[in-house]
């Protein structure tokens, strides 16, 4: 029986070792919509109130939708950079592959996915685009003839668009992620960035990263993985947190998408996790701007307002210490009512009517 079991395992493991390796391939994913942003924005909408206000969990739709989902594709591969001077040295780097055109204009290669889901409609992209079809003319309007913003590689799923049992899964544009991988090699390999892609999202999007390894072209004895770490920035999941040992690296030919969310408004960086000190001093480093939501408070509208209003709502009216004695008594397994049950309802209801007079930082 003992037997029997070795070699069924080993058999097991042997199955797995081809499903590992057909599951590094390159892919993108930019979703049109999720639970959080049921409809696909086009554009940032303002910030009206608190996406969910509920107290027990996500409810299926929010109460209200803010920010958007933004997507951007970038590779990670190595080449030669020119020193001041003249020195070659070898580097590892991180380089756009999606937002070429805003890339190129000075601004940051995240999109929206109606930017990002857009099959190139020109001639083959070429490797060095978008210098190459642009013929790296300088002047006030250089990339007039290449106006590409979309994942470099998208095409659509022919294969699975001809079986009818497939096309029933994707969107009928055939759009479901599948990709040239010449194109993104042709466009990926010595390419990089440094500093790497600009990120740039709002508080409160969904942002869809994907990471494409294509390799070290220079220096083929090496099979490097790579990943993204979001630096001192809160995680959606650890699975998406790029520190190899506790999280997925991405082989050579492999894509991953990395999923956050932006809780937190600031200007942070990110980079590459692998061997840190290595890959990161190598070059494989970028910005990270999170742009504030008071940035999106309708015109004449008050952020302190809308955070009033909130925390009202979610805090201070249920489990506040300084809320109504009433109310408050609901929210027991609060640590923070239970310190409050110890004033006196009396005490409370002072502080509740001098409110304006408590200072801000009070409040979490
Ligand atoms: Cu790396």
Redesign the pocket.
């Known amino acids: 029986m003992k037997k029997l079991c070795q070699v069924l395992l080993t058999l097991l493991f042997v199955c797995l070792v081809p499903l590992v390796v057909n599951a590094q391939s390159f892919r993108v994913q930019c979703p049109t919509s999720t639970i959080t942003h049921p409809v696909a924005a086009t554009s940032e909408p303002a910030y009206t109130g608190p996406t969910y206000t509920g107290t027990s969990g996500y409810p299926t739709a929010p109460a209200h939708v803010n920010g958007a989902i933004k997507c951007q594709q970038i590779s990670?591969g190595d080449g030669y950079a020119t020193m001041g001077d003249g020195t070659q040295t070898y580097l590892?780097s991180f380089g756009p592959l999606s937002g070429l055109t805003k890339i190129a204009n000075g601004q940051p290669g995240t999109d929206f996915p109606y930017e990002f889901n857009t099959v190139y409609g020109g001639p083959t992209l070429q490797p060095g685009d978008p210098a190459t079809a642009d013929g790296a003319v300088s002047g006030p309007n250089p990339l007039s003839t290449f106006p590409y913003n979309g994942a470099v590689g998208l095409v659509p799923d022919l294969d699975c668009l001809s079986d009818p049992v497939c096309r029933a899964t994707i969107p009928s544009s055939g759009l479901d992620g599948h990709v040239d991988p010449r194109q993104m090699l042709d466009v990926g390999v010595m390419n990089g960035n440094i500093p790497a892609p600009l990120i740039a999202i709002d508080e409160d999007d969904e942002l869809f990263l994907t990471l494409s390894n294509v390799g070290m072209v220079m220096r083929p004895d090496l099979f490097?993985?790579?990943?993204v770490h979001f630096h001192g920035y809160p995680n959606a999941s650890s699975f998406y947190d790029g520190v190899p040992d506790a999280s997925v690296a991405i082989n050579i030919g492999g894509s991953f998408t990395y999923y956050y969310l932006a809780p937190d408004a600031g200007t942070y960086f990110w980079h590459?996790h692998?061997t840190p000190p290595e890959?990161l001093q190598m070059g494989?480093v970028g910005q990270l701007y999170v742009r504030p939501r008071q940035n999106r408070v309708p015109v004449n509208g008050s952020l302190y307002g809308a955070i009033r209003t909130r925390l009202r709502r979610v805090h201070w009216q249920r489990c506040h210490p300084m809320a109504p004695c009433t109310i408050r008594s609901r929210c027991l397994q609060s640590s923070t009512a239970r310190q409050g049950k110890r004033r006196s309802c009396a005490f409370l209801t002072w502080m509740f009517r001098n409110i304006r007079r408590w200072p801000r930082s009070g409040f979490r």
């Open positions: 990670g590892f490097e993985q790579h990943t590459c692998i890959h494989m």
